[in-house]
């Protein structure tokens, strides 16, 4: 029994990392954004040095104030998240041109081919 299924094994392979990441860029962004809705309810409005919220972060329109950690996690979380999205693009065109796939062109003749 053949081990691996060469070209055809890697574009699967390629989809499904690709897919992967794209559920996991979108997971990350809506987590962002109910984290954002949640900071612009309940964080402090005005700078509280007692207990480290001295950082300023405009969200929607509204200033709060936070740690230093607090801020770079949500940068962290809001970056990785868009860098998976644009990952998952990239692999999706991969995919794409290897497995010969056009953009839709409608029309007689013009069937694309998966």
């Known amino acids: 029994m053949p081990v691996g299924g060469g070209i055809r094994d ?3 392979l390629l989809k ?6 794209g559920i996991l ?3 990350g962004l809506l987590w962002t954004f109910g984290r954002e809705s949640y900071k612009a309810a309940s964080f402090p409005r005005s700078p ?4 480290g919220r001295i950082f300023p972060d405009n969200v929607h329109g509204i200033v709060i ?5 607090q801020k770079r996690d949500s940068d962290y979380i809001e970056v990785a998240s868009f860098s998976m999205l644009g990952l998952s693009l990239v692999l999706s065109l991969i995919y794409r041109k290897r497995s010969g796939a056009q953009a839709s062109k409608s029309g007689p003749g013009n069937t694309p081919t998966i």
Not at 65 to 69: C, K, V
């Open 25 to 27: 860029g979108i997971a």
């Open 16 to 21: 499904r990392f690709g897919v992967a990441l």
């Open 48 to 51: 509280d040095p007692a207990v």
């Open 65 to 69: 104030f936070e740690t230093r950690s």
């Open 10 to 12: 890697s574009k699967a």
